[in-house]
């Protein structure tokens, strides 16, 4: 027996044979062309083909796994598209009297190194969705036939490592968990991985050798291990752990529909995080009380202009109107840093995580601003809405906001639309300066919500998405707590309530401190609600909360 260490992605344990996932990797050769006008339009009419071909995947994905998880192939289509991308492909072919797949292959192998050797890890990832549409309009222009897809007996699939487009496209009925040598547990293909509920593990490292194709292995995506040839005792021990997990899966399904209330009587709502309409099937199945975060840039993101109000208003009061009451809370446009959107014209920076971004570009380009909220507040009139905004650094920031909410409010009155007159405002706090002037901000506003992902990184000066300090991001971090317990300390002197909407509030080992620091709403991906709200109902917080707070 062999075994295996990687990262578990998503956890599941699933037994079979490794398939290791096959390529056609042919070199791709300069052939001299006689009209250069005709390949570059042979070049154009594959490149427009690929962009039909991805947007075929969207769709099928959004309704797989939810338009947030498959913006990814509506990013690819913009790689197609991009100027440099496309003007280096047409100069190849015009200057090197080149093969149009020539000269896709040589500015993929550019662009792709150009990306690697950026110190920026969100970048680095950039090379493999470069390189991965390149093979796709490859394919394409050479009239490939290749469908590596079609699992035809159920296996686990093994790979160095495996692009969006191709995870999106296995059978969940064949494919019972995939192993890569590379890649990331942030990864896209990692997300979808998760979101499909297919057990897997990544960067195994080269461990995982091609020798290993057709034996039989154990992936256990809880610990990130694999075991090829598995041993007998190792069989059994994982098929006990298999069928514990299974039957501990289905106990928590009988939780749904229980308020989420500890022995002791504490209430805490435990809300869903979404990006899109197609979310709210999770959500629903879960049991969620509310939706604690609504990404409204995901609006945004998957197009190539502004949304208009309309357009905003339906998906927001389509939102609404399916969770029958319960509370929406829609966090306004937070782009920038690692989300770019190409016609915001925003500028490179250096450090764009601590740059241009969220409120920050929402009071610069107030019409923007205020388009977003008029389409809030004509859906509030259809349920229970809240609005929150993101990186807020000081009490100027919010009086501005509400200045705005005026008269956003006034115009609609104007126009005799209707709206909510109780929506609640509140901001994340994920800066240190939020926290620390957390009791004068509490006076402004109705809710804090605390977005632990980027309050980590800025308080521990850690790169959220750099892999090589990733052992340094720890949101378990004393401070991190302890910065938490001054927020909800100030919030609830101020007699508003306080909610984590960051990954934070998914990690059960923290739920009975955050229920000692009497934090009121966790928000969460709506697969983990059952699990914490377990948690929930069988703490007692008076017993603890005296040695937690202690610790902190």
């Known amino acids: 027996m062999t075994v295996l260490k990687g990262n578990g992605v998503f956890g599941g344990i699933a037994f079979g044979k490794l398939s290791f996932y096959k390529r056609e990797d042919e070199e791709i050769k300069l052939k001299k062309i006689k009209d250069a006008e005709a390949e570059v339009k042979r070049y154009e009419a594959a490149k427009n083909q690929a962009i039909n071909e991805l947007e075929e995947l969207y769709e099928s994905a959004s309704e797989k796994v939810g338009e947030e998880e498959a913006m990814i192939f509506k990013i690819h289509q913009m790689m197609l598209d991009d100027v440099d991308y496309c003007e280096s492909i047409i100069n190849i072919i015009k200057s090197e009297n080149a093969n149009a797949e020539y000269a896709v292959w040589v500015t993929a192998r550019n662009f792709s190194s150009m990306f690697s050797d950026m110190d920026d890890s969100y970048m680095k990832e950039r090379a493999t969705d470069v390189m991965d549409v390149s093979k796709r309009l490859i394919k394409i222009i050479c009239e490939s036939d290749e469908n590596v897809h079609s699992y035809s007996e159920p296996c686990i699939v093994g790979a160095d490592d495996l692009t969006p487009s191709e995870t999106v496209q296995f059978n969940e009925d064949t494919v019972k968990a995939f192993v890569t040598a590379y890649g990331s547990t942030n990864s896209h293909t990692a997300i979808l991985a998760r979101t499909m509920n297919i057990p897997a593990v990544v960067g195994i490292g080269n461990g995982l050798k091609k020798e290993f194709d057709g034996c039989e292995i154990i992936v256990d995506g ?188 006034k115009e609609l009155d104007f126009s005799n639309i209707e709206y909510s007159d109780d929506v609640e405002i509140g901001i994340m706090i994920e800066t240190p300066a939020a926290v620390m002037i957390s009791n004068e901000l509490a006076k402004e506003v109705d809710f804090f919500s605390i977005g632990t992902n980027d309050l980590t990184q800025y308080t521990l000066a850690v790169d959220r998405q750099n892999n090589k300090i990733n052992s340094m991001y720890d949101p378990n971090h004393k401070a991190i707590l302890r910065m938490i317990k001054i927020a909800a300390d100030n919030a609830h002197k101020n007699g508003i309530w306080i909610g984590i909407c960051g990954e934070l509030a998914a990690d059960d080992s923290l739920t009975e401190t955050f229920l000692s620091i009497g934090i009121d709403e966790l928000s969460m991906s709506a697969p983990f609600i059952l699990n914490i709200k377990k948690k929930v109902l069988n703490a007692d917080v008076s017993k603890i909360k005296e040695k937690v707070l202690s610790q902190l």
């Open 222 to 409: 809880y610990s990130g291990t694999v075991y090829v040839l598995p041993d007998v005792t190792t069989i059994e021990r994982l098929k006990k752990k298999q069928e514990l997990c299974e039957y501990e899966n289905k106990q928590l399904q009988s939780l749904k529909g229980i308020e989420s209330v500890t022995k002791d009587g504490q209430k805490v709502n435990l809300y869903a995080n979404i990006g899109s309409l197609s979310d709210l099937k999770m959500v629903l199945q879960n049991g969620a009380e509310g939706i604690g975060l609504f990404r409204s840039e995901f609006l945004y993101l998957k197009r190539h202009s502004y949304p208009t109000e309309d357009e905003q208003f339906d998906a927001y009061k389509k939102v609404i109107e399916k969770m029958e009451g319960k509370r929406v809370i829609i966090r306004t446009l937070d782009i920038g840093a690692d989300k770019k959107v190409k016609y915001f014209n925003l500028p490179q920076e250096e450090n764009p995580a601590m740059g241009y971004r969220a409120i920050r570009i929402c009071l610069d380009r107030t019409e923007v601003f205020k388009t977003q909220l008029r389409a809030i507040y004509r859906a509030s009139k259809y349920g229970k809405v809240s609005i929150m905004f993101p990186m807020i650094i000081s009490v100027d920031e919010v009086l501005k906001i509400k200045d705005i909410i005026n008269e956003v409010k």
